[in-house]
């Protein structure tokens, strides 16, 4: 067995290579809650961690590029644990012969993301490779973060009785990213919806604390394998109503086309989230008070009686199982 390009599509194929090999080899306590961030316990001090690649084909679309990308996806990843975003490393991968002026430009847009985000950029490594021996430039950061007092996201905290809601339209940047590369002849004014959510989430925490049981980012694998993730962590399961769940017309319509679900399509600037709900109302109201919230939707609920499934309720009256995302849509999207 060799390693393809769907084991890094976030789909099942990624969760197979991970508890086969990496889980395997690095289990402890504080990797089996999640494996691409942690929460780290020093004194009476809680701080959030996280790492992540990025590479991207091509390096810009409308609303996003690689550079922006991975700082907004880091710190995203961060809110996810609770925590306020603080700082950041940031490594590169060079293609020998790759243009300076390019680099320029990823690196502009690193700066400006990192602004907006409220975190600095602290250190780094940079290698060079021979050309032909990466595709032009690849991006690792790594964050920490400050885990709000009170807060206690994870994604084995969900319970049946518990409320599901998504911050706004899903698919979208795993859209922008197909049409840019012209090889299916649509063409859309399709935008990634790439961006941090700080403004979003901290405020959101700061006042439900507990009352918020799971914070996700869909990004890889999309809505899709991230609530198969959490049904499987909290050992539950999960009724979603299609109907319910926000995506733009263009979206929709690109994803019949070429026959994708866009259920399965990469995220990047919207998170989900599993309440108590007692404060489903409150809560999305405050979700739709931020222009980054406007389009939120409570779209299902935790059920005890389908463990670890989640269940779509389509919008024709039947159900079908929503498994994770399945064979490679798209590479290289985030």
Do not use: W
Not at 64 to 79: A, H, P, R
Not at 270 to 285: G, N, P, Q, S
Not at 298 to 314: A, N, P, W
């Amino acid at each position: 067995m060799e390693i393809n390009l769907e084991h890094g599509a976030g789909g099942k194929l990624t969760h197979e290579l991970f508890n086969s090999i990496f889980y395997k080899a690095f289990k402890n306590k504080v990797l089996e809650k999640a494996g691409d961030k942690a929460i780290l316990r020093f004194g009476s001090t809680r701080i959030a961690f996280t790492t992540d690649a990025f590479v991207m084909s091509p390096k810009k679309v409308s609303g996003c590029s690689v550079g922006k990308l991975s700082v907004t996806g880091t710190v995203n990843d961060l809110l996810t644990c609770g925590a306020i975003p603080m700082y950041l490393s940031a490594s590169f991968i060079i293609e020998e012969g790759y243009p300076i002026s390019n680099l320029n430009e990823i690196v502009r847009d690193m700066s400006e993301a990192a602004k907006a985000s409220k975190v600095s950029i602290v250190t780094g490594d940079t290698k060079v490779v021979e050309k032909g021996k990466a595709d032009g430039v690849y991006i690792t950061t790594s964050g920490i973060g400050k885990v709000i007092k009170n807060s206690n996201v994870s994604g084995s905290n969900a319970e049946p009785g518990d409320i599901i809601l998504v911050s706004g339209p899903v698919g979208t940047h795993g859209t922008a990213v197909m049409l840019a590369r012209g090889e299916f002849g649509l063409y859309s004014n399709v935008s990634s919806d790439c961006c941090s959510l700080n403004d979003l989430v901290i405020p959101l925490i700061k006042k439900y604390g507990r009352k918020i049981k799971v914070i996700r980012d869909p990004t890889r694998g999309g809505l899709a394998t991230t609530l198969n993730e959490i049904a499987q962590e909290s050992k539950v399961g999960m009724v979603v109503e299609e109907s319910k769940i926000p995506v733009l017309e263009e979206v929709k319509s690109a994803c019949e086309i070429l026959g994708i679900d866009f259920l399965s399509m990469a995220n990047e600037g919207i998170m989900v989230f599993i309440v108590d709900a007692k404060v489903k109302d409150k809560f999305l109201r405050d979700l739709r008070s931020n222009p980054k919230g406007k389009l939120a939707s409570v779209i299902g609920e935790v059920v005890s009686d389908r463990e670890k499934r989640v269940v779509l309720s389509t919008s024709i009256g039947g159900e079908r199982i929503l498994d994770m995302a399945k064979g490679l849509p798209l590479p290289r999207i985030c």
